[in-house]
């Protein structure tokens, strides 16, 4: 399956941004999505992830200000992030996994497709 990734863009600290990812797949109800972020010098973290049946999981640093959601109908993950930091500054990558499970979320090598990432800078 294909990915891409987009919605990306530079916000002022508390500001929003709404994070899309189109799926080429027409099977992409059946994976596990996932958000990942990486910033300049640091490694690739897990930022949430969104099983089949829209149960949700979310690292503890976006927790109550990130919002991951799914759409079957249009191929397509969300990611809703509000209260935006600078912290929050990194390129953003969607993946996806056909057969992820609940203690694996977290993992990157997991994922078995990725996005190309889309750029979020967040200034102070």
């Known amino acids: 399956v294909q990915l891409q990734a987009s919605g990306g863009g530079l916000v002022q600290a508390g500001g929003s941004l709404r994070l899309s990812c189109a799926a080429s797949d027409r099977t992409f109800s059946s994976f596990a999505m996932g958000w990942f972020r990486q910033a300049p010098g640091k490694e690739r973290e897990f930022v949430a992830a969104i099983f089949r049946n829209t149960g949700t999981y979310y690292a503890d640093s976006v927790k109550g200000r990130f919002a991951i959601s799914r759409d079957n109908a249009k191929n397509t993950m969300y990611l809703q992030m509000n209260g935006l930091k600078p912290d929050d500054t990194a390129i953003y990558y969607c993946?996806?996994?056909?057969?992820?499970?609940?203690?694996?979320?977290?993992?990157?090598?997991?994922?078995?497709?990725w996005g190309q990432g889309t750029q979020v800078t967040v200034s102070s």
């Open positions: 993946a996806a996994d056909s057969s992820l499970i609940l203690s694996s979320i977290q993992r990157y090598e997991q994922y078995d497709y």
